[in-house]
């Protein structure tokens, strides 16, 4: 150890090193200078980097200052030594402390070669702003969630509150189950008086329904069937059963084995019991409607078939699926013809915009039978008044049809004999005597112009002598007695013309009402003849002209039969009721009993033996059926007539047709029948409609309730039977009592429907109502009755408050929120946190333009930024961005800000926006600025020192290379200088560069293949240089290896493939294969690679380091030695 210090300190056998500068004072001094200058300094800096670590205790990897701080401390101890040996040559110790400082400096440069990649990997300033952003958007996301989260957490809590249900969660493993309180309160117990065994559960199931609850359960928990929904019966405290529906979701776990059964229980007892009510009123509408005699169906608004009732189906002899669904125009009842089809479509349409429609039409039947209906559709609206369903219906009034053409034909004949008569005929009021009517021959006998001279006057004034007044009323008498009237008189015509005529006066009805039927007949040929008869034949005459026009006249059909013989006497009327002619056919019993309709046979003849046996009089209503199939309504009519014994000899009656009669009765059933369906119809809206509806009767000034519907039970808890007959006070408690006896006293006033909201305690809470009031009058004028309909608002008075809410937040949110109007930019409304953002007074900002709060200076105009935001709010419809503005004391600062565009019920479009006070925030960012610029300083030191030391090392060993006489030694030497140069290059590009962290290889390659040239003195001349480099820049950790491998190669080409100095050429090709790939190609024209060579085998220094660098690049490398030599390395840009 001696020995080493004596050897280190030794001087005497070197001279001095102010020999070399032949000891020239100022050269010695100018070395002394420098060095005394550059040592002070080098051990200024360790003491200041340990200062700056000593403070900045957060910074990371601070241990390669104190690194710095000893390499810089040599540094300085080597200048140091420069100065020492200008007089003691001890060169050994200053070789010696210039050898620690080489290696502490490539232990230096090698750490922070690895130490790169992490400085570089700090971020930028605008990566720092980006992040900062993200960190606020990401703050601001997590707000938004936790605040989304309680408030998604609350509606949770309220939803199964609002839903009545119990929430229950069983751990399948340890058969515990947590109930919620509800759960316990529903089966009537107290909370938590049950153990939390799975089996408190099952064994309160129903017998009935255990088996199929447990399928249900295990079904759905080995995954059979996609959900848990069942509904059953659960024993409560009380041991009654009540109906209960269970909801539930499973969690299995890997396995597929399931651990939890999470769900709900529902009370669906008064639910059970509602929907076995449906089913009963449904079986019952069913029954109604399927068995009514009218043709009725469902359709929607389109015209599709939703239902037919069975007599529709029977009629055409249908199924239910033939027409369900169908365009009802489609059906078969209505392809008769396209026109019946195009009508019913134009009338669907019509009725489908609220239109009842009603018309007669013909439809086909069963076996193609036509039939005529009296056809309708009714819109049925909702409650908004929109229509959502039509209601066919149809009526076969085919039979009636066919009644009222016979009775037109029977009105034509009727016309036509009167009009065509041969005789004068007049219709004279009793009661006036004036003619009220009278036809074509009496225009004609009596030599008018027209009808009108004859009509209104009294008949006696057409005579050659009129009656006096005596005259007129035993005529009149007589009419009355007998109903018959008749004479032969000597007329006068218009032109004074005379001729006898006969005339014959009858009492007749004509539509209930008694007028005289006149008939003049012209006798003037056999007058003479007449005359001469007339008083043989006077009586006689007369009392059968009285029978016959009484009988003809009113239709009636007389009989006289002997009950002894049983022969019968029938009149020509009686023929004619049963459809028979009188000349063809002889009166017979059962001529008259096989006329009778077989189903009133027995009951008539019944009626007809009981009146001879019981001597009273005949009388029968029955069904004749007529040659031609017609059926006619007849009413008999007669008396017996006895013999001195009491015995039954006679029967003399009468038959009068009563088929219009009966149809009329027919058509009062069917109207009743229709308003019954009407009132049914009726109380099914009652009872069906969605709102609430009640009636109250108005009694001596007083209120009672007569009753409520369905909806206003359900929404109210009220019952109608329990109320009815009571007054407001009895039902309601007294302070609502008197605020709805004040509304109907308000109804009664106005005497017309009113409508206002109220609020009413109903099923103990507050409900919100929108009631109309409807009076109702009697034929007194006087409201003896109030309808009234109510519609529950109480969630929209909710949703109410909640705006109201929402208001409020608005005003007191941390963020300031203005509106400002789109069109001109003045604002609306500011909330007090942006009033108090901006320093102004409450409403101090109402009306100004939105200008006022931008900041303005001698760039930039205040209103230039409210246009510049305004247009891209406008475009986009939201924008968020950064401004400058300025509060009413004239201080500047920085806000975030969201605007976006909101349609204004008040104002129009309105620009809404958010602004944040970011001013400590902008303030933060400059600092971390000016802190990355700083740091980016010191990194371009920091390249620059390594760059510098590398080249220390370099030189150290070129001088090592002049002193070293093995060849061997000297290449090693230079291979080693040249690897240190390409990575020293790689940090003077770094330093030289605006980009810290990439290497331009475009600028990299031609630099280092130049030195690498110049380093074994290769004139371009000799060897060619080809240089193809896309641009591409490179990393510290890929440029490092990347630079490595081309001097490895590069050097090789140059020592060894052109022996002998031959000429040839190195071609270095650098090319971007994609957007992440490179493809490096070193190509020389030279004598290749041995034929020998196997890279895998291969022991040498250079090609060992090219692969393991090829590897740490994560590349593959390709060797094609056919001309000349190629290495091929493919490798990514970044090994990050």
């Not at 303005?856 to 986009?876: F, S, W």
Request: glycine share 4%; aromatic share 8%; with cysteine.
């Amino acid at each position: 150890m001696l020995e080493f210090f004596k050897t280190l300190l030794a001087s005497k056998q070197f001279i001095p090193h102010g020999h070399c500068y032949l000891w020239q004072s100022k050269l010695v001094a100018l070395h002394i200078a420098s060095d005394s200058l550059i040592a002070i300094a080098y051990y200024s800096i360790p003491f200041t980097l340990l200062y700056f670590v000593r403070k900045r205790r957060d910074l990371p990897f601070n241990w390669i200052f104190l690194l710095f701080a000893l390499f810089i401390i040599t540094c300085g101890t080597t200048h140091l030594m420069e100065i020492w040996t200008l007089w003691y040559p001890t060169y050994w110790l200053s070789g010696g402390i210039k050898a620690i400082t080489a290696v502490i400096s490539l232990y230096t440069a090698c750490e922070l070669i690895h130490l790169l990649p992490k400085a570089l990997a700090f971020p930028s300033p605008a990566q720092l702003e980006a992040a900062n952003q993200e960190l606020e958007r990401e703050i601001s996301d997590r707000q938004q969630v936790e605040a989304a989260l309680r408030y998604s957490e609350e509606r949770w809590h309220l939803a199964v509150a609002g839903t009545n249900e119990a929430i229950w969660d069983w751990n399948i493993s340890t058969n515990q189950t947590f109930r919620s309180e509800r759960w316990d309160e529903m089966l009537g117990y107290a909370p938590h008086e049950l153990s939390s065994n799975n089996d408190e559960w099952s064994t309160r199931i129903h017998p009935d329904d255990y088996e199929r609850v447990m399928t249900a359960k295990e079904t759905y928990l080995l995954r059979q069937t996609p959900s848990y929904n069942v509904e059953y019966r659960l024993r409560r405290k009380d041991g009654s059963y009540g109906w209960f529906r269970s909801r539930a979701k499973a969690v299995w776990d890997e396995q597929g084995n399931p651990v939890r059964l999470v769900g709900s229980l529902a009370d669906i007892d008064h639910r059970q019991q509602i929907e076995l009510a449906l089913q009963e009123s449904e079986r019952r509408f069913r029954g109604i409607f399927n068995n009514t005699f009218q043709f009725t169906g469902l359709l929607n608004v389109d015209g599709i078939l939703l239902e037919a009732n069975q007599t529709a189906l029977n009629f055409a002899g249908l199924q239910s699926e033939d027409v369900i669904n169908k365009p009802f125009w489609e059906t078969h009842w209505w392809t008769i013809s396209p026109e019946i089809q195009e009508q019913l479509k134009q009338a669907i349409a019509s009725a489908a915009q609220g239109n009842f429609i009603r018309y007669e039409v013909d439809v086909l039947g069963a076996n193609h039978q036509i039939a005529t209906i009296d056809f309708s559709l009714r819109p049925l609206q909702d409650e908004t008044g929109k229509v959502v369903l039509l209601i066919p219906e149809g009526r076969d009034i085919t039979e009636r049809k066919q009644i009222e053409l016979e009775i037109i034909r029977s009105r034509d004949l009727r016309e036509a004999i009167f009009n065509e008569s041969a005789d004068a005929i007049f219709l004279v009021d009793p009661k006036t005597l004036l003619t009220t009517d009278c036809n074509q021959r009496a225009v004609e006998l009596f030599a008018v112009a027209s009808k009108a001279e004859l009509i209104g006057i009294e008949g006696h004034t057409l005579q050659k002598r009129q009656f006096t007044s005596e005259e007129l009323a035993n005529i009149v008498e007589q009419l009355q007695q007998k109903g018959f009237w008749s004479q032969e008189i000597e007329y006068l015509t218009k032109q004074g013309n005379c001729f006898w005529g006969n005339i014959a006066v009858k009492q007749i009805k004509v539509a209930e009402q008694v007028m005289n039927l006149v008939r003049v007949t012209d006798i003037s040929d056999v007058y003479d003849e007449l005359r001469l008869r007339k008083k043989a034949e006077a009586a006689l005459v007369k009392s059968e002209e009285q029978q016959r026009l009484t009988l003809e006249l009113t239709h009636i059909g007389t009989w006289d039969w002997d009950v002894q013989t049983g022969k019968v006497l029938w009149n020509d009327n009686h023929f004619r009721l049963l459809g028979l002619e009188p000349e063809a056919l002889t009166a017979e019993y059962q001529l008259w009993r096989d006329a009778i309709h077989p189903e009133d046979v027995e009951r008539v003849e019944q009626a007809l033996l009981n009146a001879l046996q019981q001597r009273t009089n005949y009388e029968a209503e029955y069904r004749v059926i007529l040659p031609n199939g017609e059926t006619r309504w007849l009413i008999g009519k007669g008396r017996g007539i006895y013999n001195a014994a009491d015995k039954p000899i006679r029967m003399l009656g009468v038959i009068i047709d009563i088929s219009e009669q009966q149809a009329a009765l027919r058509d009062r059933k069917l109207a009743e029948q229709i308003l019954k369906e009407k009132e049914n119809f009726l109380r099914s809206i009652y009872d069906g409609v969605g709102q609430s509806i009640f009636v109250v009767d108005v009694v001596d000034h007083d209120f009672c309730f007569v009753g409520l519907n369905y909806a206003h039970e359900k929404l109210t808890g009220l019952r109608s039977d329990e109320i009815q007959g009571k007054t407001p006070e009895q039902v309601l408690p007294s302070a609502a009592a008197a605020i709805v006896r004040q509304h109907y006293q308000d109804c009664v006033v106005a005497g017309a429907t009113i409508t206002y909201e109220e609020c009413l305690p109903f099923k103990d809470q507050e409900t919100w109502w929108i009631t109309s009031l409807t009076p109702l009058r009697g034929e007194n004028s006087r409201i003896y009755r109030i309808v009234g309909s109510s519609i529950n608002i109480t969630e929209q008075k909710r949703a109410q408050q909640m705006l109201e809410l929402q208001a409020v937040i608005t005003r007191n949110i941390a963020e300031g929120i203005c509106l400002v109007r789109a069109v001109d930019g003045i604002i609306v409304y500011a909330n007090p946190k942006f009033e108090q953002m901006f320093g102004y007074n409450s409403n101090e900002l109402t009306g100004l333009h939105v200008s006022i709060v931008n900041y303005a200076d001698d760039h930039t105009k205040a209103e230039e930024v409210n246009q510049a935001i305004r247009a891209a709010v406008l475009k986009n419809g939201e924008a968020t961005y950064e401004v400058h503005n300025v509060k009413k004391d004239g201080t500047p600062f920085w806000c975030s800000a969201t605007t976006s565009v909101f349609d204004h019920p008040e104002y129009g479009k309105v620009l809404v926006a958010v602004q944040q006070d970011i001013t400590e925030h902008k303030q933060a960012e400059e600092k971390i600025k000016a802190s990355l610029k700083e740091k980016e300083v010191l990194l371009k030191e920091i390249h620059h020192r390594v760059k510098n030391n590398l080249g220390i090392v370099s030189s150290l060993l070129q001088m090592q290379c002049r002193r070293t006489q093995d060849t061997q030694a000297t290449a090693i030497l230079r291979d080693s200088q040249n690897r240190i140069a390409s990575i020293a290059l790689v940090h003077e590009k770094l330093y030289r560069s605006d980009d810290l962290a990439n290497i331009d290889f475009a600028q990299y390659i031609p630099d280092l293949t130049t030195h690498l040239f110049d380093s074994y003195n290769v004139s371009p001349n000799s060897i060619k240089l080809n240089i193809q480099v896309d641009s591409a820049s490179l990393d510290i950790e890929t440029a490092i290896p990347c630079g490595l491998i081309i001097n490895e190669l590069v050097s090789n080409a140059l020592k060894y493939a052109f022996p002998d100095h031959r000429a040839g050429e190195i071609q270095v090709k650098l090319s971007q294969q994609n957007q992440s790939n490179l493809i490096l190609i070193i190509r020389d024209n030279g004598i290749g690679l041995p034929a020998d060579f196997d890279n895998k085998k291969v022991k040498t220094l250079g090609i060992t380091l090219v692969q393991g660098l090829v590897k740490q690049l994560r590349g593959s490398i390709e060797i094609n030695s056919q001309q000349g030599t190629e290495f091929k390395i493919k490798f990514t840009k970044s090994r990050a």
